[in-house]
């Protein structure tokens, strides 16, 4: 008995995130230090859509050591008049 396959014509993609021509992703950029994607975070952070997750997540972590480093910033540059 003979068969027929359909053979095609090109290989497919079968796990799309070993695809060498696929565009890195934001996060993947930003975690390989694209400056632009940076920017773009920074942007995005600042943003008022963003201003009241940033408010509680500071509030949050308020005594860990890089946001108490901001703070200690920003207290000294109030006290010296720079803000």
Known sequence: ???ALRVP???????PQFDPD??????????E????AAEA??????????EQELFDYL???????VVRSWIKQWSEKVQRGEL
């Open 1 to 3: 008995m003979n068969t």
């Open 9 to 15: 014509d090109q290989s497919r993609v079968i796990y």
């Open 22 to 31: 696929q565009e890195p992703t934001p996060e993947q950029s930003l975690d």
């Open 33 to 36: 230090g694209d400056k632009q």
């Open 41 to 50: 975070f920074i942007d995005y952070a600042r943003s008022d859509f963003m």
């Open 59 to 65: 509030l949050q972590q308020a005594d860990s050591t």
